[in-house]
């Protein structure tokens, strides 16, 4: 049985170097940074080293770094903070395509009586910059506005948005979980204030981000208690997550120009072998401007669901929408955001690819997937209703499918 993973902006394999590194911070290395004895020092040395090897991928100083439990802590306290401490402006600026861990936030804040501007996205998930620059108010607190979106891949030009926000004098935080470790940051170029990421979406752990705070940009922390992470996030810091994540950071600033090369290689393969050998196939979002690993290919007249299915059962894991919000068949969010017609939300897949995947897999799913969708297409016009003047309903009969 073939063992397929296409579902790396849902989360990714932690490299092995990663584990490895992890290991004693389990075992024999288990002390308290906090304390005082050697025990304690040694595992504050190791997390220093850490910040130090996540700053160098960002290109920014080490004390600007807060250890949280993952992207969505991180983008929680960006809100919550800058909202916190600007008290007397009451509006906020963000994309309808962001994730929910900024979406459900911001929407949080607007039902407590915040004016909520969640800007459009054009059929190619882009947004437009005047649009952004008109709807900066004098009481605007912050914008909020991810770098790549984690369904279609499409990247938001944050080295624009970012001065042109800093320029009406707004706070700026964008989610960056699935930008960071697929692409070069610089964060001395780019006025960002707030950033997001995430140690599970480039070959690090679960339950482990980062959140930058820019010199000078004033924090209220999310969660309080003792004096770890320069009192700006409590509690005993997850000494085992730190450590793997800032080897992650390291391997992904390594390995980024070589791997995102082939990644983006073999991407570009499978897309364009599907779109050629599937008819009524297309590709979400903006071509151009797109994370290397990800493609979002809707096929039109079938269930995202019922090609997972069979994938799934031909060893190869893709996704339907995000992962955050598969398990609910709610059309995606973003997908409808770009005007994606219904019968193309419902039948959209998205691969993701990384390093760990091989030419030979690509070719593999090249291979299958086509009868896959010609399968489910067939399957699907059984299942439309016998009255020809009726519209076409074209669901799958999922109880019909099997091995
Ligand atoms: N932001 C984006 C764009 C994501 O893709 C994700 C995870 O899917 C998150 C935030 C949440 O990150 P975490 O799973 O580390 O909480």
């Known amino acids: ?35 005082m004895h050697s025990f304690g020092g040694n595992i504050r040395h190791k997390i220093d080293y850490a910040r ?5 991928l960002l290109n920014c100083g080490p004390e600007e770094l807060i250890f949280t439990s993952g992207g969505t802590e991180s983008d929680n306290t960006a809100i919550r903070s800058v909202l916190e401490l ?11 395509v962001e994730h929910p861990a900024v979406r459900t936030m911001a929407r949080h804040f607007q039902r407590r009586g915040y004016r909520l501007t969640e800007l459009p996205v054009d059929a190619y998930g882009r947004i437009d910059l005047d649009q952004l620059e008109a709807a900066i108010s004098n009481d605007t607190a912050l914008v909020t506005i991810m770098h790549a979106n984690n369904e279609t891949g499409v990247i938001f030009p944050v080295d624009k948005i970012a001065p042109l926000v800093k320029s009406k004098g707004v706070l700026f935080h964008t989610d960056a979980v699935q930008a960071v470790g697929k692409m070069p940051y610089n964060l001395a170029d780019i006025p960002v204030d ?26 209220s922390p999310l969660i309080m208690g003792g004096h770890q992470e320069f009192s700006r996030r409590a509690g005993t810091e ?25 990644v983006r290689q073999m991407r570009d393969w499978l897309e364009t072998h599907l779109l050629r050998v599937c008819p009524d ?15 979002n290919i809707s096929f039109e007249y079938v269930e995202g669901e019922a090609i997972l299915l069979l994938l799934d059962q031909l060893g190869i894991a893709a996704s339907s929408g995000s992962a955050c919000t598969s398990g609910s ?3 995606s969010h973003v997908l409808r955001a770009m005007g994606v017609p219904f019968t193309a939300v419902h039948g959209s897949i998205r691969f993701s690819l990384s390093r760990y995947n091989t ?19 067939q399957i699907s016009m059984f299942s439309s209703p016998p009255d020809a003047g009726a519209p076409r309903e074209r669901k799958p009969r999922l109880d019909r499918i099997s091995g």
Do not use: W
């Open 329 to 331: 068949l709610e059309p």
């Open 52 to 56: 130090q090897q996540a700053a160098q």
């Open 281 to 295: 196939a297309r590709v979400n979002g903006d071509r151009e401007s797109r994370l290397p690993n990800t493609t």
């Open 359 to 377: 030419i030979d897999e690509i070719e593999y799913v090249i291979r299958e997937t086509p009868g896959v969708i010609k399968r489910l297409r």
């Open 1 to 35: 049985m073939k063992n397929i993973y296409l579902d790396n902006n849902a989360t990714t394999r932690v490299a092995e170097e990663v584990v490895e590194e992890m290991l004693p911070y389990f075992s024999n290395l288990y002390g308290n940074a906090s304390s």
């Open 86 to 96: 600007n008290p007397n402006k009451r509006h906020i600026v963000t994309t309808r």
């Open 238 to 262: 997850n000494t085992p997550g730190i450590v793997g994540l800032g080897k992650a950071c390291e391997l992904a600033q390594k390995n980024m120009e070589e791997e995102n090369g082939r």
């Open 194 to 219: 707030l950033l997001s990421l995430s140690g599970h979406k480039l070959h690090g752990p679960k339950g482990i981000g980062i959140l930058y705070v820019r010199r000078g940009t004033p924090l």
